[in-house]
């Protein structure tokens, strides 16, 4: 098992940068939802989409590639991926 794939992780969008192209949304829908504002936002366990500024969700285990693929494939490059841990981005624009 890869090391990202055994990691609890959480993911958050920055709607500033986000362009609305809906690309996280095919990755995880489970994870990833267009609000009526035409941008991506995070949805927690329940669905319920969270629409505060930095709101994180965590990552099922089952998405955890699939949202890494889908921060590195993101136009705006506004999907962080963290580790729940340290905090640490090991998905998205702030990956050196």
């Known amino acids: 098992m890869a090391q990202s ?23 995880a829908r489970e994870v990833f939802e267009l609000d009526i504002d035409g941008l991506a936002y995070v949805k927690d366990s329940s669905g319920e989409l969270l629409t505060a500024p930095g709101s994180r969700a965590d990552v099922p285990a089952n998405l955890r590639l699939d949202v ?7 136009p705006g490059a506004c999907i962080h991926v963290v580790r729940r841990a340290d905090n640490v981005e090991i998905a998205g624009p702030d990956v050196a």
């Open 68 to 74: 890494i693929d889908a921060a590195k494939d993101c």
């Open 5 to 27: 794939e055994a990691e609890e992780l959480q993911v958050w969008v920055d709607q500033d940068l986000c362009t609305g192209d809906g690309l996280c949304a095919q990755y």
